[in-house]
């Protein structure tokens, strides 16, 4: 049911409240549901069930008087089929199955804007996602996040938001360190089991193409960056530390490229330090009056906000703890103008959200207790020929998203990027995910890419033999869809819009996945039972508008997760 026909139907039950309720100070909200059971109708109303006892009336006797207005109501012409009273005083609709046609009128009408809303018209939302160490190439578990925040970031968009998509680059700290001393090692000739290789060091073969190109006096570059010159002398590590930085800074962009993943903005954790912004913010939670002194290092009374123990911020050593620059910038987001702002991370992160909200509660700014919301994803394990695939040889401890593409695609990156995309939103973000790469490779029902496109391919086949011009569909007479499949898909059609809200609300893309899949599986189911191009020059035209309504809501759809709709599968 389309989101405006719910409404027209909130109205007529509030119209036949209003005698009901006149002379009180009753003000119900009226909330319809799907009934558990469809046969029952389309939408149910418990409304007179809340208000009988206030009312001291029977409920059954108050359900019958809300029912008897509904129907007599000419608001309600074309719209309600039938009202009844089932059990104690539920009230269920039934809406006319001319309503029900209208969505492939309304899809038609709004195509590639079909489900999209204002509600957040004039609100900002930052998306923090990806944000890896530039110490190595993407790692699957950043692909789930590309997959997710990327996806949730076009939710917001779908509803009106103004959406930044942020990567947040560590470019500080010991790893950095770490890299630029595996670097040097590779750079003097030394490898991995040599008695000379450093104990911590990235021991992937990326290192040593990063030290071939220091030595050759190669320029790299990153998106957002200044270029970066090796000048080939391998003891000058203040020279190779950058030029490492800026290679697999460069490395990842092209990852993210191949991706199909794009941000709005770039942000460094250096320039937390070197523009002041980390001592800034710790100066004001001194100021504030929610830190101490002991033992030499400074503790922010993160209990005081819901923590389970105070946190170290300054170490004995003059260094911050971890926590610290998390402040600063999420700190700095606020200061922006974001006021909500969504952090999508691995679920390793989890132990960070309690000290990172309790330092901004503490800055005494009035930033919400839940700043910022966090989506936590849980590992995904690899499978490739019936095996877990643990390491690649490239990256040297871990499946790399350009290993998961080039082998979901059997070497078609295009193909690859969608399989990866759409299955790596396919479940709940705080579920393990086993991503199967043989899967991924199959043209067949098993494999929910590929029948998912299929859906969409089969409709394009089917215009394709009509030979006729998809536009003059627009006015055509619905009413002969009437057979059980044709109903089904008709109420999926109308269901789009809804799903993008919940999915947005609660932060949940896996939703956008599950629906494409239902959508799908109704698309086939129709098209099995009731052939399109038949003699019936009515039900004929009738059916072309179906399959093109649903053609348009699984573009829309896919488009939405980054996922291709192609035209021939």
Known sequence: MLAQQKQEIIALFQAALAPVLAGTSLAPSVVLERPRDASHGDVACNIAMQLA?????????????????????????????????????????????????????????????????????????????????????????????????????????????????????????????????????????????????????????????????????????????????????????????????????????IDLQAFGVKFDNYYLESSLYADGKVNSAVETLIKAGHTYEQDGALWLRTTDFGDDKDRVMRKTDGTYTYFVPDVAYHLVKWQRGFVQAINIQGSDHHGTIARVRAGLQAVDMGIPQGYPDYVLHKMVTVMKDGEEVKISKRAGSYV????????????????????????????????????????????????????????????????????????????????????????????????????????????????????????????????????????DEAVKMARLALVIAARQVLRNGLALIGVSAPNKM
């Open 53 to 253: 006892k206030q009312l001291k009336q029977n409920p059954r006797e108050l359900a019958q008087t809300i029912v008897t207005a509904v129907l007599a109501n000419p608001a309600g012409k074309g719209l309600v089929e039938a009202v009844e009273i089932a059990g104690p005083g539920f009230i269920n609709v039934r809406v006319s199955a001319a309503a029900k046609q209208a969505v492939v009128k309304t899809i038609l009408s709004e195509a590639d804007s079909y489900g999209r809303s204002t509600a957040g018209a004039g609100k900002q939302v930052i998306l923090e996602f990806v944000s890896a160490n530039p110490t190595g190439p993407l790692h699957v578990g950043h692909g789930r996040q590309a997959a997710l925040g990327d996806a949730l970031s076009s939710l917001f968009d779908a509803q009106g938001y103004q959406v930044t998509r942020e990567f947040y680059y560590n470019d500080a700290g010991v790893q950095i360190q770490t890299l630029a001393n595996s670097v040097q090692a590779r750079a003097r000739g030394f490898k991995p089991g040599d008695a000379e290789w450093p104990e911590s060091a990235y021991n992937g073969d990326y290192i040593a193409d990063i030290a071939n190109d220091f030595k050759a006096g190669k320029t790299v570059s990153a998106s957002d960056g200044q270029p970066a010159t090796a000048n080939g002398n391998v003891e000058d590590i203040d020279s190779i530390r950058p030029f490492a930085v800026t290679y697999l800074r460069n490395e990842q962009d």
């Open 400 to 535: 790399t998203v350009r290993d998961l593409i080039e082998w979901s695609g059997g070497g078609d990156i295009a193909k690859g990027r969608d399989a990866v995309r759409f299955f790596l939103i396919s479940r709940k973000a705080d579920t393990e995910f086993v991503f199967d790469v043989d899967v991924a490779l199959k043209t067949t029902d098993e494999n929910p890419v590929y029948y998912v496109q299929y859906a969409h391919a089969r409709i394009c086949r089917i215009l394709e033999n009509w030979g006729g011009d998809a536009s003059t569909v627009a006015s055509v007479d619905l009413s002969p869809l009437t057979a059980p499949t044709e109903a089904t898909l008709l109420a999926t059609l109308a269901a789009y819009p809804e799903m993008l809200a919940r999915a947005q609300a609660e932060l949940g893309p896996h939703q956008v996945a599950f629906y494409l899949r239902d959508l799908a599986a109704n698309l086939h189911s129709f098209y099995f039972a009731e052939k399109v191009l038949v003699e």
